[in-house]
């Protein structure tokens, strides 16, 4: 089992950037893929980007794509997710999620993570 913590969530303005980290201790052996999603209040959880933990392929959601870049140390167990050009729309509770089973693809939607963390808010005002 692995244990994902996340911080750097904020209150931002609209336009502004954010860079949100996930440290992942324990079993980390077993990553496969590592990423983002979110979820706002009265909604669904949103896959948001995802990243191999191997060969480093992203994938990203249509409503971030050219403002959020998702990148791994794979030394220090730790996923990053850069956003940037943030929009009120972007507030919500941000997850890092682990995926143990894609090892040779990318993740794609939030039901091929195993594992959560606790969750970083990110709150952008206009």
């Known amino acids: 089992q692995v244990q994902l913590v996340e911080s750097g969530g904020g209150l931002v303005q609209a336009g502004g950037s954010l860079r949100l980290s996930c440290a992942a201790s324990?079993?980390?052996?077993?990553?496969?893929?590592m990423g983002w999603v979110r979820q706002a209040p009265g909604k669904e959880r949103e896959f948001v980007a995802a990243?191999?933990?191997?060969?480093?392929?992203?994938h990203y959601a249509d409503s971030v794509k050219g403002r959020a870049i998702i990148s791994k140390d794979n030394a220090k167990s730790t996923v990053y997710l850069q956003l940037n050009n943030l929009k009120p729309e972007d507030s919500a509770a941000y997850y890092c999620?682990?995926?143990?089973?894609?090892?040779?693809?990318?993740?794609?939607?939030?039901?091929?993570?195993?594992?959560w963390g606790q969750g970083t808010r990110v709150t952008v005002s206009s």
């Open positions: 324990g079993r980390t052996f077993g990553i496969a893929n």
């Open positions: 999620a682990e995926d143990e089973e894609g090892w040779n693809s990318v993740a794609v939607s939030a039901t091929e993570f195993d594992y």
């Open positions: 990243i191999n933990w191997n060969h480093g392929s992203t």
